[in-house]
């Protein structure tokens, strides 16, 4: 089981729910507004546009908060002027961490970044160090209701995926980076239900993490995640059964 998979559904139990929607609404502005800076404002010629406008959306935003940060990423509305920045670093065990931010201050985040990883016990590397373990794919997760694995993958390589994976009560498939919105549609044409889609990075190898190690790495990748102008985090670390279920009930 992936222990980094299931974190994003366990983080924040204990979170103040306001808190947590407050922090989702301003990361979801910066990529709408990065996104349309990019790419124009139309969602028809930017899918990655479309795809913040869609989980702007799913998160309950306002429609005018939404339009907004659009107009502030071309230029139609005066707006903080936001750059993409990755770091990384190693975690607990030796797993590699990738971070991605959008930020209006390179000294502060990368200043707020390392202090975080050094006081939660983990350490920056240098560019480089861990990227080269990563790959970026689309994700699109479905929930298992009654179709089989074997149905779901027939399905999903029709779309057009890479792979499918059953894990608990999901299917985790996989696209190629360019290909995830077209996939999307087709498997939604198809009657599919989709919970999430997003463009992940993904590690070509996992290491295990059990006791101490997993519960200081959990805590780690929260404490990154938790800072303005960290967009996403992702790791290579694994997280057994039992470990698991103790950190989940905690």
Known sequence: MSGHNKWSTIKHKKGKADAIRGKMFTKLI?????????????VAGNPRLRKAITDARSNSMPADNITRAVKKGTGELEGVAYEEVT????????TAILIDALTDNRNRAITDVRTTVNKKGGKIAEPGSVAYLFQTVGQIIVPVGKRSEDDMMMIALDAGASDVEREDDVYNITTEFGDLWAVREKLEAAGVTITDSKIAKTASLTIELSGKEAETMMTLVDAID????????WSN?????????????A
């Open 30 to 42: 910066k990529e709408i507004t990065v996104a349309a800076k990019m790419g124009g404002g139309d």
């Open 87 to 94: 770091y990384e670093a190693y975690g607990p065990g030796g």
């Open 226 to 233: 938790e800072l303005d102008d960290v967009q996403n985090v």
């Open 237 to 249: 670390f694994d997280i057994d059964e039992a470990t698991l279920k103790a950190l989940e009930g």
